[in-house]
């Protein structure tokens, strides 16, 4: 039986509160004028909490290894149990996202055909609000058996795997950001022209997040200990490529007079060592809590990092239905832009907190638990109700 990294729940705590934070400021900056104070603030905001997405994938890769890769286990008990909670909910929340939308889009298709085609579509290719990181959890979960027989057959060659692993990551991301983001796809077939448009959905585009994961499974407790003694050295290493990524944001976009989509790109080559330098932190925060989570002064908020944590796949699931009426309340009172800042905090302390009390919710019923990924059965009969039946 693993040991509970409690570290991890921090980072799982915080993670979805950055993704729930990306999405309220990116909403918010639609009204700036590019070039304004507000815009450039924002700007630098969104930018530096473009880490998440790798975070995840990080988390997903490290906890999977840590839960298997020391024990044997059948692929096919694996993907039954692992599907079960993921293919659940990406099934339910597609089609609901899609029903919902349907209910405030003006002359939305109800049509029975119209459906389906929409529904098929959007499992295919996971383009329902943020789904994607289901469809990429669910392309690793196919190949994961063959992931850790791969690593447990080239142990002597880890090291080498992982410094590939990186490269590979950052040709890739040189290849989306400087090549394929203008490439006409429209002559290629259509299975190449498919990986390339949803690209941002594909496994391979974020290797070495898993890879890294897997590494640091492998060697925690050796890695665990070099990152506590060297502290100092991992926090300034993140302050420095925040600021270099700041930079970079700077020169591209107020100098070089890079399009906005493009300057402040998730996937392209800088993000990496920036994502990296911040999840590393992120875990070290989230151990220095774990070894004093027990703390008198860290009672309450050791009580809520758990309730978060183990609410926060579910808080992903539900949260873009707590964004949208955000959404519709901005657009009713019309806000001006210092009003705005003001509302931006409140707006993602909403979210955060509806998303968490909706989600642990669901949680709690019997059955229904699975759409937001909680194991459940349904309650048993007492014992003189069955006798009578």
Not at 263 to 284: C, D, E, G, K
Not at 363 to 371: A, D, T
Request: charged share 10%.
């Amino acid at each position: 039986m693993k040991e509970h990294l409690y570290e991890i729940d921090l980072m799982r705590a915080f993670i979805i509160l950055g993704v729930i934070c990306v999405h309220n400021v990116s909403f918010y900056n639609v009204f700036n004028p590019g070039f304004s104070t507000p815009n450039a603030i924002l700007d630098m905001l969104l930018t530096a909490l473009h880490f998440t997405r790798e975070s995840f994938m990080f988390i997903t890769g490290l906890v999977l290894f840590i839960t298997y890769y020391r024990k044997p286990f059948k692929a096919t008990m694996f993907w039954k149990k692992r599907f079960l909670l993921i293919a659940i909910p990406y099934i339910f929340w597609t089609i609901a996202y899609i029903l919902f939308a349907g209910t405030y889009l003006q002359h939305f298709d109800w049509s029975i055909p119209n459906l389906l085609g929409m529904i098929v579509k959007s499992l295919v290719t996971g383009n329902q609000f943020f789904l994607y990181y289901l469809l990429i959890s669910m392309q690793l979960y196919v190949i994961f058996p063959l992931f850790v027989m791969m690593m447990k057959k080239t142990t002597n060659w880890h090291v080498w795997i992982l410094i590939g692993s990186f490269f590979l990551e950052l040709f890739l991301m040189w290849l989306n950001s400087g090549y394929l983001q203008n490439l006409n796809i429209s002559h290629f077939p259509i299975v190449l022209k498919w990986l390339i448009q949803y690209r941002d959905r594909n496994l391979i585009t974020y290797q070495f997040w898993f890879i890294s994961g897997a590494f640091i499974a492998i060697y925690y407790q050796t890695i665990r200990g070099y990152i506590v003694k060297h502290t100092r050295l991992f926090v300034w290493s993140f302050l420095a490529m925040l600021a270099a990524l700041w930079i970079h944001f700077a020169i591209t976009r107020l100098i070089l007079h890079v399009d906005y989509s493009m300057s402040n790109l998730v996937l392209q080559p800088f993000m990496i060592p920036y994502s990296m330098a911040t999840t590393i932190v992120l875990w070290r925060a989230g151990i220095a809590w774990a070894d004093n989570r027990h703390r008198a002064s860290l009672r309450w908020f050791s009580s809520f990092v758990k309730f978060v944590a183990a609410a926060s796949f579910g808080v992903f699931l539900v949260h873009p239905f707590a964004l949208h009426f955000v959404e519709v309340f901005v657009y009713h009172v019309h806000p001006n832009t210092a009003m705005r800042m003001v509302l931006l905090p409140l707006s993602i302390l909403f979210v955060y907190g509806v998303s968490i009390v909706l989600s642990n919710w669901i949680g709690k019923i019997p059955m229904i638990s699975y759409v937001v990924g909680q194991k459940s059965k349904l309650p048993k009969l007492s014992s003189n109700l069955s006798r009578s039946l």
